[in-house]
């Protein structure tokens, strides 16, 4: 049976509904903050409480990028499923406002955490602590400055006074901080977790997650380092069929590097974007596209199927089924996963590329991929150039990453989101939506400036 860590008791004692912001994570008295965090187990109520807050972000962040791709649309156009597909959102969509507000809730638990660490007196679980609650907040920022640009960034807990803190700070300070935060995860966590901590975050997620974002930056030879030593050190490996990665019961297995768990009739434990992605979801069901239908070819059958049912118009997301639940609707026990082996294989092979272009390495972990998927290798007479390479792992990515949280960050750092976006439109009889260039990144929710008295500002293109 899954371990869910997760305590829903204290998360009124962090955030109550009377908080004046996203960024006052403070609690309604400072006594009752400083008498609570005094003990090793205290600090690690707080801990545990960072991943009961990560539940509520992948299917907001479903909702800010799967959708925003030319992977998926809503069955129903309705409301700010239409708005985020049409590239119509205003600063007021609930969808960006969410993603935002959840984001941030996330962070200041995480900088709750780093607060009281010195309040731990075993250095064991103080470097424990503090390396989940760096990775965390790291996560969080990697997905907010991807999604927003420029962004505030605050580093401890945040009084409703403190307005400069509330200033977006330029991307690359975001960055700086990201990866300074996942250095140190990465020194502080274990390799591995004892049983009661199963689905923790671990040295090889500070890993995986740094490589990611030394890859969006463009810093292909720090990312070559990061990911031979993840690799060479032998603790994940890529399952030997594709469906049972995904499949309910084989949760948190070989290939996952971190998920975020979640467990049917426990509490308000479950999730709901297994429902969503059904024909029987918000909007009737959350369709993969007929233009990435079309790159599966008939090999890759497994692929194709594990992560679509249906054919056509039909054809909904199945990636995360929950054959098991026997809950309520939207209270499903299936993980989301974040980072797993499968990538790290394609990250791995692109940053080869990047930097020597087609090379026998980059092969064996291209088509390790494609391998397992059952369709064809490629050779370096198939693959000779650079750019063939890269297209050719492009697709690869869009194929066995499909529905995960990755094609709009990908497009996003390949610069292609227009091109993509308006060869998709025009592929599924749609030509007359545009894409326009400030669009590429999202509003800043209207209520946090409003609420920030102008402090933080808006994106230009929506004023």
Request: charged letters at 20%; one cysteine or more; a neutral charge.
């Amino acid at each position: 049976m899954k371990k869910i860590f997760y305590t829903a008791a204290f998360a009124g004692l962090l955030l109550t509904a009377g908080c004046q912001n996203y960024l006052d994570v403070t609690p309604p008295s400072n006594l009752v903050e400083d008498s609570y965090f005094a003990t090793t187990g205290e600090v690690e109520t707080g801990v545990i409480n960072i991943y009961s807050t990560l539940q509520d972000i992948p299917a907001a962040e479903i909702q800010l990028s799967e959708l925003r791709s030319d992977n998926m649309a809503p069955n129903n156009f309705e409301g700010d499923w239409a708005n985020i597909e049409n590239f119509t959102e205003t600063p007021s969509s609930e969808f960006v406002t969410t993603f935002w507000r959840n984001s941030y809730y996330a962070i200041g638990r995480a900088n709750l955490v780093l607060k009281y660490l010195n309040n731990v007196t075993d250095a064991d679980k103080k470097a424990r602590f503090e390396g989940e609650a760096r990775f965390a907040r790291a996560l969080m920022l990697f997905n907010l400055v991807r999604l927003y640009g420029d962004v505030p960034l605050p580093l401890s807990t945040v009084l409703n006074s403190d307005t400069d803190v509330l200033r977006r700070r330029p991307v690359a300070d975001v960055y700086a901080q990201i990866l300074l935060d996942l250095q140190a995860a990465e020194g502080l966590l274990p390799v591995t977790w004892e049983a009661t901590g199963t689905g923790r975050a671990t040295k090889g997620a500070a890993r995986a997650l740094l490589a990611k974002v030394q890859v969006t930056r463009g810093d292909y030879a720090a990312a070559k380092t990061t990911l031979e030593t993840l690799l060479a050190a032998g603790t994940y490996q890529l399952l030997p069929s594709y469906a049972t990665v995904f499949a309910p019961g084989n949760e948190l297995n070989r290939e996952i590097i971190f998920a975020i768990r979640y467990k049917t009739a426990s509490n308000g434990e479950g999730q709901g974007f297994s429902y969503d992605f059904s024909k029987d979801g918000a909007t009737r069901g959350l369709k993969g596209l007929t233009d990435l239908q079309a790159l599966f070819v008939t090999a890759d059958a497994e692929r194709r199927n594990t992560s679509l049912t249906g054919t056509g118009a039909t054809a909904y997301v199945n990636k995360f089924p929950d054959a098991a639940n026997t809950g309520a609707r939207r209270d499903a026990g299936t993980d989301w996963i974040v980072l797993r082996y499968g990538e790290v294989q394609l990250l791995y092979a692109e940053v080869l590329n990047q930097l020597n272009g087609p090379t026998a390495a980059a092969l064996v972990s291209l088509n390790a991929i494609r391998k397992r998927a059952g369709v064809p290798e490629y050779t370096l007479a198939t693959l000779g150039t650079k750019a063939s390479f890269q297209a050719a792992l492009e697709t690869e990515r869009r194929l066995e990453l499909a529905f995960e949280n990755y094609r709009w960050y990908d497009l996003l750092r390949w610069n292609k989101a227009i091109e993509a976006m308006t060869a998709h439109f025009k592929a599924v009889g749609r030509p007359n939506v545009t894409v326009p260039a400030f669009r590429l990144l999202y509003p800043v929710p209207q209520r946090e400036i409003d609420v920030s008295k102008g402090v933080i500002t808006q994106n230009p293109g929506y004023n």
